[in-house]
């Protein structure tokens, strides 16, 4: 893992991610050590970035910016899934690298996993899929209370590779942690 020190100082808050935060955007969006693991590549232009944000973040129904002391360094996302899978959502996150390692993440994804329950009742299973060569967003989720189920085999094409995946959960009835 790479970054700073090992614990952070400071507020983790999370809140809409806004178009004013782009220049804070393309500090972990254009980096390929964050990117690695993501299904999308890294940016290259603002005027995409921009694209992203209007039409894929502002609509989306729960995607934050992660900040630390009220600037954003990573997002979170919590997808939801529809028809007869709608008790299950999605969990989604990343992190500027020089981030890495101070337990922020985790303290992001514990803020989502004891709220989203209550904002949306409907949710029964919080979900999320890591790829098996990502050891440190396995270890976010773990000590975010989240219980490792298994490894999906050849789950999905990444980046022209197709992945091994790990998928984690956390029930809308497991303590909170």
């Known amino acids: 893992m790479e970054g700073g ?6 507020e983790i808050t999370l809140r809409p991610l806004e178009l004013s935060d782009i220049d804070d955007f393309m500090v972990w969006a254009t980096d390929e050590k964050v990117t690695r693991f993501c299904s999308w590549e890294p940016y290259t232009n603002k005027e995409d970035a921009i ?5 894929k973040v502002i609509p989306h129904p729960w995607f934050r910016a992660i900040c630390l002391n009220g600037q954003p360094i990573g997002a979170i996302s919590v997808t939801k899934n529809s028809g007869n899978d709608r008790c299950r959502g999605e969990l989604g996150y990343v992190l500027g690298s020089k981030y890495w390692g101070r337990g922020i993440a985790t303290k992001a994804v514990k803020q989502v996993a ?3 329950f209550a904002e949306w009742p409907h949710l029964e299973r919080l979900e999320a899929i890591v790829d098996v060569e990502n050891p440190g967003s396995q270890r976010v989720l773990e000590k975010a209370g989240f219980q490792r189920e298994g490894v999906l085999r050849k789950y999905m094409l990444l980046k022209g590779r197709t992945r091994d995946l790990v998928m984690f959960s956390l029930l809308s009835s497991d303590p909170k942690s």
């Not at 020190?5 to 400071?10: C, H, I, K, V, Y």
């Not at 694209?51 to 039409?55: A, D, G, V």
């Open 114 to 116: 004891n709220t989203i």
């Open 51 to 55: 694209n992203f944000i209007n039409t």
């Open 5 to 10: 020190g090992n614990e952070f100082t400071g």
